[in-house]
């Protein structure tokens, strides 16, 4: 139970809004008549639909604005003049644990009409239904490629012939660019899958390398990620060019965090990264010097050590 658990918390971290939701959208036109809606809502088994001009989401109707529709003494109006108008939606980059805290929220939506970032255009919707199919699929996937996975990094390391065997991995990180967002993690991820590290140091080096990438993107202009695998641990250094940390000690801290609004409407920012991070380290420094940047070590031991850190 414990892997499942912890296996999902990362694959919500892992994956976009793109990832899990229906693409294939029922939809209806503004200056379509209110009179049609009874029947697209009964053929299609659904509880409302959005209202999309030129592939771009004006609004929403519903059941509800049928029923009172049915109730009052107007005369057939379209649909444009009964819909729902700036309705709520969510971006197709978004992380699927942010759609999860929008539609847990009390205001009680059940599903979101999926935008994209660039072009506003309606690309899908989500529900939680979808988002349990899609982290079960997701799952399933990853399971089978454990069980095919065929070599072990010690079998590596005990082929080669060398006093000191080291395997490096280089990654860059943009600051700001949150198409790319994760994507190094995701990339180093399947890397050490193949080198046949064990399951339970992967989980804990992508949750660590996935917060540290997402501090690098959402803090400063650029950074890298360099990861050094030796038989008895895995090294992960991320360095960054930007404003650094001014109090690392608050920064620490859970909930603190310095990001702006319109990082947090993204579903980011939320002041976990560097906990989350020490969590999943057996040791953990920061360098930092303000306006310059920030230099994080990350060491995760893949044998039992009997040091005092």
Same mark, same amino acid.
């Given at each position: 139970?414990? +892997?499942? /658990?912890?296996?999902?918390?990362?694959? /919500?971290?892992?994956?976009?809004? !793109?990832?899990?939701?229906?693409?294939?959208?029922?939809?209806?036109?503004?200056?379509?008549?209110? !009179?049609?809606?009874?029947?697209?809502?009964?053929?299609?088994?659904?509880?409302?639909?959005?209202?999309?001009? #030129?592939?771009?989401?004006? %609004?929403?109707?519903?059941?509800?604005?049928?029923?009172?529709?049915?109730?009052?003494?107007?005369?057939?109006? !379209?649909?444009?003049?009964?819909?729902?108008?700036?309705?709520?939606?969510? &971006?197709?980059?978004?992380?699927?644990?942010?759609?999860?805290?929008?539609?847990? #929220?009390?205001?009680?939506?059940?599903? &979101?009409?999926?935008?994209?970032?660039?072009?506003?255009?309606?690309?899908?919707?989500?529900?939680?239904? #979808?988002?349990?199919?899609?982290?079960?699929?997701?799952?399933?996937?990853?399971?089978?490629?454990?069980?095919?996975?065929?070599?072990?990094? !010690?079998?590596?390391?005990?082929?080669?012939?060398?006093?000191?065997?080291?395997?490096?991995? &280089?990654?860059?990180?943009?600051?700001?660019?949150?198409?790319?967002? %994760?994507?190094?993690?995701?990339?180093?991820?399947?890397?050490?899958?193949?080198? %046949?590290? =064990?399951?339970?140091?992967?989980?804990?080096?992508?949750?660590?390398?996935?917060?540290?990438?997402?501090?690098?993107?959402?803090?400063?202009?650029?950074?890298? @990620?360099?990861?050094?695998?030796?038989?008895?641990?895995?090294?992960?250094?991320?360095?960054?060019?930007?404003? %650094?940390?001014?109090?690392?000690?608050?920064?620490?801290?859970?909930? +603190?965090?310095?990001?702006?609004?319109?990082?947090?409407?993204?579903? +980011?920012?939320?002041?976990?990264?560097?906990?989350?991070?020490?969590?999943?380290?057996?040791? @953990?420094?920061?360098?930092?010097?303000?306006?310059?940047?920030?230099?994080?070590?990350?060491?995760?031991?893949?044998?039992? =050590?009997?040091?005092?850190?």
């Amino acid at each position: 139970m414990d +892997f499942q /658990l912890v296996k999902t918390r990362e694959l /919500l971290l892992e994956l976009s809004i !793109s990832d899990v939701m229906c693409s294939q959208v029922v939809t209806i036109a503004p200056d379509a008549a209110m !009179s049609t809606l009874r029947e697209v809502l009964r053929d299609y088994g659904i509880s409302g639909a959005p209202v999309v001009e #030129d592939d771009r989401l004006v %609004g929403i109707v519903s059941t509800e604005d049928l029923i009172r529709w049915l109730a009052g003494d107007d005369d057939d109006c !379209s649909i444009g003049e009964r819909m729902t108008t700036d309705p709520e939606y969510l &971006f197709a980059d978004q992380s699927v644990a942010y759609a999860i805290k929008r539609l847990e #929220d009390p205001e009680g939506y059940g599903r &979101f009409p999926v935008v994209d970032r660039h072009s506003k255009k309606l690309v899908g919707i989500i529900t939680k239904g #979808d988002i349990i199919g899609g982290v079960l699929l997701k799952l399933e996937q990853e399971y089978k490629e454990e069980e095919v996975r065929q070599f072990r990094a !010690s079998h590596i390391f005990e082929d080669i012939a060398a006093d000191d065997k080291e395997i490096y991995l &280089f990654y860059d990180i943009v600051g700001k660019d949150f198409d790319r967002a %994760g994507k190094a993690s995701t990339r180093m991820k399947k890397n050490l899958k193949r080198l %046949g590290i =064990r399951p339970d140091i992967i989980r804990r080096l992508s949750i660590a390398s996935y917060e540290a990438e997402m501090n690098v993107v959402i803090h400063a202009d650029q950074g890298t @990620m360099k990861y050094r695998i030796k038989p008895d641990e895995i090294v992960l250094e991320v360095s960054d060019r930007g404003p %650094g940390i001014e109090d690392v000690e608050k920064a620490m801290q859970t909930g +603190f965090t310095t990001s702006e609004d319109w990082v947090k409407e993204m579903g +980011f920012g939320a002041g976990m990264g560097l906990s989350n991070i020490k969590n999943c380290a057996d040791k @953990m420094e920061i360098r930092s010097d303000p306006g310059v940047g920030v230099t994080l070590t990350i060491r995760i031991w893949t044998e039992d =050590r009997h040091e005092t850190e």
